[in-house]
C-alpha cells in the first residue's frame, strides 16, 4: 500500500520555473520506483519522468530532456520534479505515480497521487 500526495502547482509565466514535490508513505513505498505523468485537458495522460527506488536511475520523455529533473530524497521518502524553461504546452495536471517495474507505461503504476495543476500562461 502506498500513498502519494503532490504539491508546488501554480500559474508560472513562460520562460519560468517551478518545483513538484510528491510525498509517498507506506510499508514498501521505498521499494517503488517513482514517476510523473501529465495530463492536460483534452489530451490522454502522458509520461513525464521516472527516478528508482535508490535514485540513482532516471529516464524522461523527450520533450521535457534537458528542462525538467526529476530526483528522490529517500530519507524524507520524497520525489521532485524541478521544471525549467516552461513552455506553454507544459500546462497539465502533473500526476506523481508508483510502480515495481519502473518505464513510461501507464500500466506499470499502481499507485496515483491525486494531481496537482501547472499552469503556463502570459
Known amino acids: 500500500q502506498v500513498q502519494l500526495v503532490e504539491s508546488g502547482g501554480g500559474l508560472v509565466q513562460p520562460g519560468g520555473s517551478l518545483r513538484l514535490s510528491c510525498a509517498a508513505s507506506?510499508?514498501?513505498?521505498?521499494?517503488?520506483?517513482l514517476g510523473w505523468f501529465r495530463q492536460s485537458q483534452g489530451k490522454e495522460r502522458e509520461f513525464v519522468a521516472v527516478v528508482n527506488f535508490a535514485g540513482s536511475s532516471t529516464y524522461y520523455a523527450n520533450s521535457v530532456k534537458g528542462r525538467f529533473t526529476i530526483s528522490r530524497d529517500n530519507t524524507q521518502n520524497t520525489i521532485y520534479l524541478q521544471m525549467n524553461n516552461l513552455k506553454l504546452e507544459d500546462t497539465a495536471a502533473y500526476y506523481c505515480a508508483a510502480s515495481k517495474i519502473g518505464g513510461g507505461e501507464l500500466r506499470s503504476y499502481d499507485y496515483w497521487g491525486q494531481g496537482t495543476q501547472v499552469t503556463v500562461s502570459s
Open positions: 507506506g510499508v514498501t513505498a521505498r521499494s517503488y520506483a
